[in-house]
């Protein structure tokens, strides 16, 4: 029977989580280690300066799982090293995200760098998150359920043809009725725009302190990009990877001699 490694990065208590878990237990046996408070936008951090703890915990419907006192990264690299006592996974799922991972973004995620440690780790992975898009508004229910619906399909899929070696498919489900959602695209990250605006206060004793904040992130919704997939109504799926090198300026670099 397959094993599926489920996390996320908004919680091990997150309802968004306990929906993915239950969608996927049809295609073999779920395990959920996940961080024990909200880790969203905290990068791929790897906790080695501390001890790092794993709790057994009960939630509503009875399924025992594990809540981690690391980041989303260390619950995946835990739990394939073998903290449980089993270290084989056919497939890691980070998600279900409260809020899309667009673009850019994915250097921020928590929810795709717990999909990109089970890479390091040589285990094909998904982040699958869901967004609010403009003039529709659906329950979170309703949401978490379209979402993980397609991640069972992309789950069984996978498990039957395995993704390429180090790559993960970063997927972006619109928070759309399950009937205006259009299918699924295969997409390019799009360019995010950030409108951050720093806020510099003083605390009660006259020493500064800084919120970085600002208007809410938008996107370029370009043709076969995510962004422009998630404004036509379509769930994106971007196969993303390690590897950040430019090989076409690598390959100009060297052609041409820069260095002499």
Not at 140 to 145: G, T
Not at 183 to 194: A, C
Request: aromatic share 6%.
């Amino acid at each position: 029977m397959p094993r599926i490694l489920v996390t996320n990065d908004d919680g091990v208590q997150a309802d968004s989580i306990r929906v993915l878990a239950a969608a996927l237990d049809e295609l073999g046996d779920v395990t959920v280690v996940a961080p024990e408070r909200n880790w969203s936008a905290a990068g791929h951090p790897k906790t080695l300066h501390k001890p790092l703890r794993m709790t057994p915990i009960d939630w509503p419907d009875g399924r025992r799982v594990h809540a981690c006192s690391g980041a989303p990264s260390d619950c995946v690299a835990l739990a394939i090293l073998g903290a449980l006592g089993e270290n084989v996974y056919d497939l890691v799922i980070s998600g279900i995200n409260n809020g899309f991972n667009l673009g850019c973004d994915v250097l921020y995620s928590g929810t795709v760098a717990a999909a990109m440690e089970s890479l390091v780790m040589d285990v094909p992975s998904v982040a699958l998150s869901a967004g609010a898009v403009e003039g529709y508004e659906i329950a979170d229910a309703d949401a978490w359920r379209n979402a993980a619906g397609y991640a069972r399909t992309l789950a069984a899929a996978l498990l039957e043809q395995p993704l390429p070696p180090q790559t993960l498919f970063n997927v972006n489900v619109p928070r759309r009725p399950a009937a205006q959602i259009h299918g699924l695209r295969f997409t390019s990250l799009g360019r995010r725009i950030y409108r951050d605006v720093l806020v510099t206060r003083d605390d009660p004793w006259g020493k500064p302190y800084h919120w970085i904040g600002g208007e809410i992130p938008t996107g370029i919704a370009e043709q076969g990009s995510d962004f422009g997939a998630i404004e036509g109504g379509f769930v994106s799926i971007s196969p993303l990877g390690i590897d950040l090198t430019r090989h076409d300026v690598l390959a100009d670099l060297m052609a041409n001699s820069w260095l002499g």
